[in-house]
């Protein structure tokens, strides 16, 4: 825009913002400066992130619309397909999972798979829609896949900012995060990271997403996260989930990946399952849960 249409007076020099508790109010307030030290206090202190009113939270999150056919141009179901095995298989998996992690106490599951292609991203955003579709259950999607973003343009959304300055507490949850419908919250990534590995292990990182479950209460944290044995991305995450879901590729995924995949998991995070993408097994055995 050109100009200043904010009304202010030449001098002022108060800042006008929008509440987060008082969705459109304008605020008036001094300017304050704060050292960085004084700043990483605040951000990370726990009295603060809960005094948060997770409907107020989710309410002041920017609603986005998905398209239903660039989603189904993707391999994407945003709605409920009882004629599609895919739609049915990703429905049987969404209740599974909120099974298990209900009776563990789990909220935060990272999907990875042991190299590229194996259709992770595919199966976080399948997962995600699934859950959405269930009225009672708040779902946050996180694009953690730092070296190589994909997410947004897999579920069709543009222009998506850099998420680094959302996981440094440079940028507040409200202004990056999306909301679709009522219940499912987006935390996208638009620029790739090359320094991923030490950004996800900057203590910074962790209280950006702590706060970010704080603030938004979700049932279900989903986070797409790199291939596991491909960098040490994963490794860094793995304090960060309570648990892991792998997705393997029928035509390309060996038993000794998966072996790998479990080794590097055994004594840092429970595996709860192993997800066969393009098997042509219709059962439901091309699952397994429950590992623990």
Partial sequence: MNGDSSGKKPGDSRTEGVS?????????????????????????????LRQSNPDRVWDS??????DATALAGNGLFVNSQPE??????FDILRTRLLQAMAQRGWKR??????????????????L??????????????????????GMA????????????DLLTGDQPLESHLQRVGRNLALALNGTA??????????????????????QLDPAVAIYDLPPALGSDDVITMLPQ??????????????AEDVRACERLFEGRVPLMGVVLNRSQDRSEDRYRYGRK
């Avoid at 030290?37 to 202190?45: H, K, M, Q, Y």
């Avoid at 999150?61 to 998905?66: K, P």
């Avoid at 343009?153 to 680094?164: E, F, M, S, V």
């Avoid at 892991?244 to 590729?249: E, N, R, S």
């Fill in 153 to 164: 343009a897999l579920l069709g959304i543009k222009g998506t900012g850099p998420i680094r």
């Fill in 61 to 66: 999150l920017t609603a986005v619309a998905l």
């Fill in 193 to 214: 990271v090359a320094d991923a590995a030490e950004l996800l292990h900057e203590p910074d990182t962790a209280a950006a997403l702590e706060a970010m479950l704080e």
């Fill in 109 to 126: 599951i990272a999907v990875t798979s042991p190299t590229h292609g194996c259709g992770k991203s595919f199966v976080a955003a399948n």
């Fill in 241 to 254: 989930v309570d648990a892991v879901l792998l997705v393997a590729d029928g035509t390309r995924t060996t």
């Fill in 20 to 48: 987060l508790f008082r969705p459109g109010q304008p605020i008036r307030r001094e300017p304050v400066t704060l050292d960085q030290a004084t700043g990483r206090e605040i951000f990370a202190a726990p009295n603060l």
């Fill in 128 to 149: 995600a829609l699934s859950l959405a579709r269930m009225p009672g259950t708040r779902t946050v999607l996180v694009d953690l896949e730092l070296r190589k973003p």
């Fill in 84 to 89: 599609q095995p895919a739609a049915s298989a």
